[in-house]
């Protein structure tokens, strides 16, 4: 045999030798650090195509994931815990299946929840310092993701909430859920409902029995205050906005709805490394797939997968399916189950005049994010 033959034999038994114990390393198990290595792509990447981002062959594996689970949980014990500031915020849209969001990603070994499921510590508490907001954490060891959500930063109150956010907690990684504005309205139409009667204080009647009421009445005045989407006056559109809901709270459940209006606050501060849009519909139909797009967004080992989410056919909507604890599931509280089940309907004329009413914004929202939602 020649001598440069020799060589380019040997040069590839060593690479298929490296390959094979790359492989058997692999499917031994890797250490916490190797499988996050191994784990991060780039956020942009994992945001814009759930599909893209989706679970490995490996990591379907039961066997690598039970023992990937296990050693997540070993790698924080005998760690120190200590209060720490939220990781993930969950920052709306309200009604758009935020607290889905949310129940799909704490079975993850890594994520806790705040003491408070909602803190409401940026839109009730505007100036609050560091330590207020500590005081709203779990004590949990270094490696834990504290979330915390409360849908109403996104649109409540106060146009300062993202920057408040980017000053208190620089690196926290944003969730946003939108679903289609006319569906929220909806929605919220019965949220609103329930809350005013559920007080039974007659002073607070809602007045409003049916979708079509409310919106004979707030649809005029929520179009002459603010109009279609108009980009050159978009931020005296935004003033207008919070000002029409300072002296009328129930126009929130339309102006909720103006998303380009208000990403734009958001996106002054935060850009899609940091915030993650998730369109509500898909998780409706495939929570699982968006819930390991998330676990790539946020840099977390994934070891929540698409199987572990299943449709519960009575009511329908998706639970969680605890494999580690006899396939049990984990469902949505009957609040979060009103209107997307078909359930409840708004009247044609109601969801014609929405869709016209919407169009403008709806637009620029997907020029916004070069993306189309349910459209
Ligand atoms: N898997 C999934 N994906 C997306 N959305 C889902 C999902 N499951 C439930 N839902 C819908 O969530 C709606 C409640 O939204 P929120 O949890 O954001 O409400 S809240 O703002 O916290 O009150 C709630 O609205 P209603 O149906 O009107 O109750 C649900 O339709």
Redesign the pocket.
Known sequence: MSTPYKYGLSILIFFVALALFSSYRIHQGLSVKEYRRFQIIPDAAATKNFEDSSASSLQHNTTWRAKMWEELIKSCQNKTKTRRLPKIIGI??????????MQ?LIPHPLIRIARRI?CHFFDAKPGGSVEDYLKLMPEVEEDIFIME?T?AYFNFRSPSIPADIKKIVPDVKLLL?L?DPVERV??DF??QWIMFNKTNQSQREFGYKTVDEYLDVYLPRVQKTIGDFNEENRLLQEEKIFKLFREDHLSHILTTGFYALHLQRWFKHFNETNLMIID??A??KH?GAVIESAQRFLHLPMVLLKEDYVLDEESG??CYKDWRNENKLKC?PS???????GQ?ALSPDAANTLQKFFESHNKALFKMLNRTFWA
């Open positions: 709306g849209v309200e009604k758009c299946g935020t607290h889905a969001l799909f909602e959500k849908p859920v679903c909806l929605s019965y949220q509500s519909g998780m409706i929570p909507y998706f949505l609040d979060k189950q009103r209107t997307r089940n409840k």
